[in-house]
T-cell receptor, first 110, second 113 residues
Framework: GNSVTQMEGPVTLSEEAFLTINCTYTATGYPSLFWYVQYPGEGLQLLLKATKADDKGSNKGFEATYRKETTSFHLEKGSVQVSDSAVYFCALSVNTPLVFGKGTRLSVIA | DVKVTQSSRYLVKRTGEKVFLECVQDMDHENMFWYRQDPGLGLRLIYFSYDVKMKEKGDIPEGYSVSREKKERFSLILESASTNQTSMYLC????????????FGDGTRLSIL
């Protein structure tokens, strides 16, 4: 079946540090890939997406590149801020409802 | 902006009660979804609906049912609540195919005592 594996958290970084959250997937077919973010006390928000190999999704300084050869969609940001503290979910879809990873909690300290 | 509104942020019910969680979206989306979110397990799909009066089981439908009588409203029903249904429940909606990006409500934290 289809599944998403994310690096386990929590991840704690100092402000302005470089962020990578790893995400790999298993899918039958050709998935679309997503990153969602959940701020404290809120629902999930779409952060970025990519629909085909080598596509790069980007938003709010975050980027992720769809790598078909390594079945990965790692989330990166060059300089994190305290306001980026949240839970990040990787997700995929192959003409089906989204399948989510378990989430990675990020804490950024000043 | 799409608004997905869940009727309660916090709810406390007793074992054996019938519980209704309500969700309304204001953007005429065809698809609506119910998830539960638990620590260490992420989001798990309970049910979804791609049209009025249509419903499909997700990964964990046992103990739940749903109702979609109007396009904008999708209700999750716990027929006889049990303590293992204590969780955060998230509603979402999307336009087009069920694989399109979803818009989420802020969640209902349900405690079953």
């Amino acid at each position: 079946g289809n599944s998403v594996t994310q690096m386990e958290g929590p991840v704690t970084l100092s402000e302005e540090a470089f962020l990578t959250i790893n995400c790999t997937y298993t899918a039958t077919g050709y998935p679309s890939l997503f990153w969602y973010v959940q701020y404290p006390g809120e629902g999930l928000q779409l952060l970025l997406k990519a629909t085909k190999a080598d596509d790069k999704g980007s938003n709010k300084g975050f980027e992720a590149t769809y790598r078909k050869e390594t079945t990965s969609f790692h989330l990166e940001k060059g300089s994190v801020q305290v306001s980026d503290s949240a839970v990040y979910f990787c997700a995929l879809s192959v003409n089906t409802p989204l399948v989510f990873g378990k989430g990675t909690r990020l804490s950024v300290i000043a | 902006d799409v608004k997905v509104t869940q009727s309660s942020r916090y709810l406390v019910k007793r074992t054996g009660e019938k519980v209704f969680l309500e969700c309304v979206q204001d953007m005429d989306h065809e698809n609506m979804f119910w998830y539960r979110q638990d620590p260490g397990l992420g989001l798990r799909l309970i049910y979804f609906s791609y049209d009025v009066k249509m419903k499909e089981k997700g990964d964990i439908p046992e103990g739940y049912s749903v109702s979609r009588e109007k396009k904008e409203r999708f209700s999750l029903i716990l027929e006889s609540a049990s303590t293992n249904q204590t969780s955060m429940y998230l509603c979402a909606s999307s336009y087009g195919g069920v694989d399109q990006p979803q818009h989420f409500g802020d969640g209902t934290r349900l405690s079953i005592l």
